[in-house]
């Protein structure tokens, strides 16, 4: 499988300020992802980030919150603008496997607090 | 709206047993399931995954799927405490582009 580093591994930052989270793979892949894991839940599906094209959002996430960049096939970012105290989260970045069998492999993910 | 169900535990198993985790979930259109383990503080690791009905097996670990039931489960054979983790099922069905999680279950191993 693919290998995944997010940057930066955690970070406190203020509200009403914006964190741009890098997300760096050591393969080309077709299909990356970003997700949420509030503290204590599972993930949530952000959004699906495809090199080329814009990304697309799940129900409750919009492009002005959470605007991504997918500028090749090895790196993404995602950035959590005008943050709150309820943005603090883990970030997560996934990308799929190759075998055409859809699974995804995750980063180490960015542990957000927002004061 | 996709709704993968997972009962939240703590399931405690002592040392040695098997260990059996159940997920439920509601589209029946779903293709294929996955079993991630997550340690505390760690991102999810991918254990398995599955596609078609009845039962897989890698190492001590087995998923089975039955789509008419819309129900996936995994078992864990002798149990370890290093097995001790949430394991969080996710489902997909849409080539990859619809995955979603439960809510996972948290397994402790006794020794």
């Known amino acids: 499988s693919a290998v995944i580093s997010q940057k930066p591994s955690r970070d406190i930052c203020q509200r009403g300020t914006s964190l741009t989270i890098q997300c760096q793979v050591d393969s080309q892949v077709t299909m990356m992802f970003w997700y949420r894991q509030q503290p204590g839940q599972s993930l949530t599906l952000i959004a699906t980030a495809n090199q080329g094209s814009e990304a697309t959002y799940e129900s409750g996430f919009v492009i002005d919150k959470f605007p991504i960049s997918r500028p090749n096939l090895t790196f993404s970012t995602l950035t959590v603008s005008n943050m709150s105290p309820e943005d603090s989260s883990i970030y997560l970045c996934s990308v799929e496997g190759t075998g055409g069998t859809y699974e995804q492999y995750f980063g180490p993910g960015t542990r957000l607090t927002v004061t | 709206q996709k709704e993968v169900e997972q009962n939240s535990g703590p399931l405690s198993v002592p040392e040695g047993a098997i260990a059996s985790l159940n997920c439920t979930y509601s589209?029946?259109?779903?293709?294929?399931f996955f079993w991630y383990r997550q340690y505390s503080g760690k991102s999810p690791e991918l254990i398995m995954f599955i596609y078609s009905n009845g039962d897989k097996e890698d190492g001590r670990f087995t998923a089975q799927l039955n789509k008419a039931s819309q129900y996936v489960s995994l078992l864990i054979r002798d149990s370890q405490p290093s097995d001790s983790a949430t394991y969080l099922c996710a489902v997909e069905g849409n080539y990859g582009q619809n995955f979603v999680f439960g809510p996972g279950t948290r397994l402790s191993v006794l020794p």
């Open positions: 589209d029946r259109g779903s293709q294929s």
